[in-house]
Nanobody, 117 residues
Framework: QVQLVESGGGLVQPGGSLRLSCAASGSFSNIYKMGWYRQAPGNEREMVAQITKSGATNYADSSKGRFTVSRDNAKNTVYLQLNSLKPEDTAVYYC???????????WGKGTLVTVSS
């Protein structure tokens, strides 16, 4: 089992920045892949960014150049730096963890990011 707790969401003006954090705890101490997804009202959940334990990253096209994913393996924590935020980035952001390549994944409860003036 893995428990994920996100933090760092909030209200920000267009062009602003936020940093999201997700701390993992539980049975796994060396999680293979962690990442961020988001879901806006009326939309399906979509991948934002992912990072493996070796540091390999994967970004959605909408994230490239504005968002940066990083992780601290010692703390089992993944971060998402959100820059140049736009109103269309408004969504609930969910942390995802895949402890092993062939096992199941886990989800956090989400943190709301609202971009509005």
């Amino acid at each position: 089992q893995v428990q994920l707790v996100e933090s760092g969401g909030g209200l920000v003006q267009p062009g602003g920045s936020l940093r999201l954090s997700c701390a993992a705890s539980g049975s796994f101490s060396n999680i293979y892949k962690m990442g961020w997804y988001r879901q806006a009202p009326g939309n399906e959940r979509e991948m934002v960014a992912q990072i493996t334990k070796s540091g390999a990253t994967n970004y959605a096209d909408s994230s490239k150049g504005r968002f940066t994913v990083s992780r601290d393996n010692a703390k089992n924590t993944v971060y998402l730096q959100l820059n140049s935020l736009k109103p269309e980035d408004t969504a609930v952001y969910y942390c995802n963890a895949l402890p092993t390549l062939t096992g199941r994944d886990y989800w956090g409860k989400g943190t709301l990011v609202t971009v509005s003036s």
